[in-house]
């Protein structure tokens, strides 16, 4: 009789376990689907890091027009291109690759995230040139 018990026992145990490891297979399989793919956290996250990028990169260019047109209102010195773009490579903040700078000197244009940052732009001197204009009436 004893020994009828024991085995039962045993039974429920290993039924137990086999039940325990399919949970975890589940909840690892959801966890990696989570983490990977398309709408994965990982590729999420690489794509905001992309646009931060972006962003900041646009941001350093208009900077760097803003200062252009306010020196040619009070014959100043603005920064160059090639200060703006060591500022922002490998060895200043670390947004653009050797390959983005040397695309930017030879094209003006950059594209990160895909999106286009054109640093040759009039259009968009001529959208800071107003701003400075406006903003150097109202001082």
Known sequence: MNTNVKNKSKGITLI??????????????VTIATLTGENGILTKATQSKEETRYGTVKEARDLWFTEKEMANQVNGNPKTLDEIL????????????????????????????????????ENDIELVAKIVHTYSRRV
């Open 16 to 29: 137990a376990l086999v039940i325990t490891i399919i949970v975890l297979l589940i909840l690892a399989g």
């Open 86 to 121: 060591y500022e922002l490579g490998p060895d200043g903040r670390k947004e653009l690759t050797e390959e983005e700078i040397e695309q930017i000197k030879s094209t003006g244009k950059v594209i990160i995230a895909n999106k286009e940052i054109d640093f040759t732009d």
